[in-house]
């Protein structure tokens, strides 16, 4: 019997399998690579079951969970890199204000998934690598979000750069939750097919790992690194600046809400992510000029106190103007004066100190 008519006999009776040829992997894109730590890259939310259902707004992945590979694949964005050019602020090697302008218009592709933390905060793929976070306005949140836009134009107006992730006020449809939106009680506009509900699109870290410098014996380890009577251990020297850089920002901003184990966040390179913004810009802790930890730990770079001195109402409603929201940050009248008593007290607490301690003792960097 010849070999050819004894492999179809055994194919026949079952015997064998004939083999198929190797899944051509090139046409499905490159596998993400997976992370030093996944277990720590969104741990401070809950992901909820979503029902994707296809409609023209939110596609649903291909795997039918609600989740995605792309949930903590790295975020590129696709922006040209253009490091070094001058006048040009960078956010993971992407020019910030195409990256915003592409987080402002691009149509959502679907919804990777829903989280429940302190707010509720969707997932959103973009298209072309590019993955936003989306903070709706929602019943008991009314205009929560506008503070996450606020948060980063102060960013800009005091020059940090690189450590908050952009934000930019977006309205999308209600129809690109479909599946996504039970219990979601957002706030409505418009009627009919024009349903819309505003919000924040926030670029999505793809890491966000402990620091536990929350933690009550790494707290007091690292308020000594911002008493300018102390030196600042020089194996200690870049954390006690963004640590530095973290306290100046949330005391301008009234932020009260950072210190717990889900919002202060380190990028997969160990820098602190500056992230989480919705809960400053309070009136009624504005005006609390006493809170916000500047008294006996305060230190900052000389470039950034020089940003503070220029960081006046005016500065920053003039940064707030930037954005394409009609009432940007949602910082108004009371508001702007409340800021600017906050700078105030920070100049002077800073020339205070000065005074005490030096210069070079409190701004060391």
Known sequence: MSTLRLTLLLLTLGCVRPRLPSPDRSAQGPTPAPLADASQTRADMTPDVGEPTANSDSTPPADGTGT???????ATGGAPSVPGTPGVRLFRGMPE????QRMATRPVVRVIERFSSSTLVFHLDLGDGLEVAFKPDRVG????????????????????????????????????????DRGANFIVTGHGSNRAVEGAVLFWMPVLARTHLEDPERRREWVRWLNPSLPVPPEHSRRAEQLATL????????NFDRFNSANIRQDEHGDLVLRDNNRGWFLENLVLLHRGGIQDRIRMSEALYARVREATPEALRRELSRDPHEHPGGVHPP????????????????EALIARHGRAAVLPW
């Open 335 to 350: 508001q702007f004066a409340a800021y600017g008593q906050r700078q105030q007290a920070l100049v002077t607490r800073v």
């Open 97 to 100: 204000d195409e990256l915003l």
């Open 247 to 254: 306290v100046v920002f949330d005391y301008l901003q009234a």
């Open 141 to 180: 949140e009314n205009h929560w979000w506008r503070h996450e836009v606020a948060g980063y134009r102060l960013a800009r107006v005091l020059g940090i750069e690189g450590r908050v992730p952009p934000a930019v006020s977006r309205s999308l449809p209600v129809g690109v939750f479909r599946g996504f």
């Open 68 to 74: 995605g590979a792309l949930a903590h694949a790295p």
